[in-house]
């Protein structure tokens, strides 16, 4: 089994910052690309930022420039720095990781979320 845990959110006022962590454990073999998404009251959850094992990063445009994101593959670790916070950053974050397991199956993983509040 895989598990992936979060850790990091919680309350921010405009203009300050918070880092999330994803930890992946389990029956693992290689993880692939590695990412955050998030998903405010009443929206759909959209991808954040997205980082592969070679590092190639994508961010969504609201983001970029604010958050960073960066991988430590020897602790099948992924983090996102988000600085300069803005009240439309409130959302429940979500860790997302593309694994393949000693079987050879490949399959997309969540965490539990982690929620990120940004007070005005």
């Known amino acids: 089994q895989v598990q992936l845990v979060e850790s990091g959110g919680g309350l921010v006022q405009a203009g300050g910052s918070l880092r999330l962590s994803c930890a992946a454990s389990?029956?693992?073999?290689?993880?692939?690309?590695m990412g955050w998404y998030r998903q405010a009251p009443g929206k759909q959850r959209e991808l954040v930022a997205a980082?592969?094992?070679?590092?190639?990063?994508n961010y969504a445009d609201s983001v970029k420039g604010r958050f960073t994101i960066s991988r430590d593959n020897a602790k099948n670790t992924v983090y996102l720095q988000m600085n300069s916070l803005k009240p439309e950053d409130t959302a429940v974050y979500y860790c997302?990781?593309?694994?393949?397991?000693?079987?050879?199956?490949?399959?997309?993983?969540w965490g539990q979320g982690t929620q990120v509040t940004v007070s005005s």
């Open positions: 980082i592969t094992r070679g590092g190639s990063i």
């Open positions: 389990g029956s693992i073999f290689s993880i692939n690309a």
């Open positions: 997302n990781a593309l694994i393949r397991g000693y079987s050879g199956s490949l399959g997309h993983y």
